[in-house]
């Protein structure tokens, strides 16, 4: 079974709320990870994009927010609501998604305010730190997050953790300056240990090329260490030739989980 398959695996633990959805299942099954993505995503842009009140939304990038944009429209072509709603991409995928779906385009350019931002994330911790970046999208991602009002996150449980480094085993993106990167390795591996590599590509020769023409770093810290990850995130950032880090440390407002046995949990910033 799927769910015995990841709890030898993988750590599972609890979180603040759980939303109960018509894809509940018997507790003795188990639903797909595309499923429990599309649960989540779609819990969130219920509960964000109101009729009326959203204006503006950042649509992130991956396979979690297909679901999303998937559900925005057929709120607007099918529910025949939101007419007049924005769609602000993080990158190339999410332009092409919110082009896809006829939905309305609009840029930083002209709307630098957003009502809300839905991502997803690579991991998120117990605190709500977030990593992202495997899509390799993270400084935009970030940017925008950044000028939402309110930054959401949708995930699957495999997304959730106790503390960084249980589910995401493929360390801290980094972007960089190309002509940095072997320096700023050094540093980062001199100042927090562990072992920072540059991303390559797999259908072509030489290292990814961001939707920025940075390259990217990913750095595997060092397991079961504690680290303060507010002082990790802006002690890298200070580094010259780094454009932005993949540690989104509090910035989101609510995660949404989608779970294995069809419920939705979310886990909610006090702060």
């Not at 959805?21 to 779609?42: F, H, N, Y």
């Not at 998120?124 to 899509?135: A, H, L, Y």
């Not at 023409?213 to 750095?219: A, E, S, T, V, Y």
Request: proline residues 3%.
């Amino acid at each position: 079974m799927l769910l015995s398959l990841v709890r030898r695996s993988r750590c599972l633990i609890s979180s603040i709320g759980t939303f109960s959805t018509s894809s509940t299942v018997k507790m003795s099954e188990t639903i797909s990870l595309d499923q429990a993505k599309k649960l989540a995503a779609r819990a969130a842009v219920e509960e964000w994009i109101i009729e009326g009140e959203t204006k503006i939304v950042g649509i992130g990038s991956g396979s979690t927010i297909v679901y999303a944009v998937e559900r925005l429209a057929e709120r607007v072509w099918k529910d025949g609501e939101l007419s007049d709603l924005i769609c602000v991409p993080t990158s190339f995928q999410a332009r092409s998604l919110i082009l896809d779906h006829n939905l309305n385009l609009g840029d930083l350019d002209r709307y630098p305010i957003l009502d809300v931002a839905i991502d997803g994330a690579d991991e998120v911790d117990s605190r709500m730190v977030c990593i992202k970046g495997g899509g390799g999208c993270l400084m935009q991602e970030k940017i925008v997050a950044a000028c939402a009002k309110r930054f959401v996150v949708v995930a699957d449980y495999t997304k959730k953790s106790l503390r960084l480094g249980e589910q995401w085993c493929k360390g801290v993106p980094i972007e960089v300056a190309p002509i940095a990167h072997v320096p700023i390795k050094l540093k980062i591996e001199a100042m927090f240990g562990g072992e920072a590599h540059l991303r390559m590509a797999k259908a072509k020769a030489g290292p990814i090329v961001t939707d920025n023409g940075n390259f990217l770093l990913d750095w595997k810290f060092v397991a079961k260490r504690e680290y303060d990850w507010d002082e990790v995130n802006h002690a890298i950032k200070m580094i010259p030739g780094v454009m932005e880090t993949g540690l989104f440390v509090g910035m989101a407002h609510k995660c949404y989980f989608g779970m294995a046995d069809g419920n939705v949990k979310a886990q909610v910033n006090s702060k």
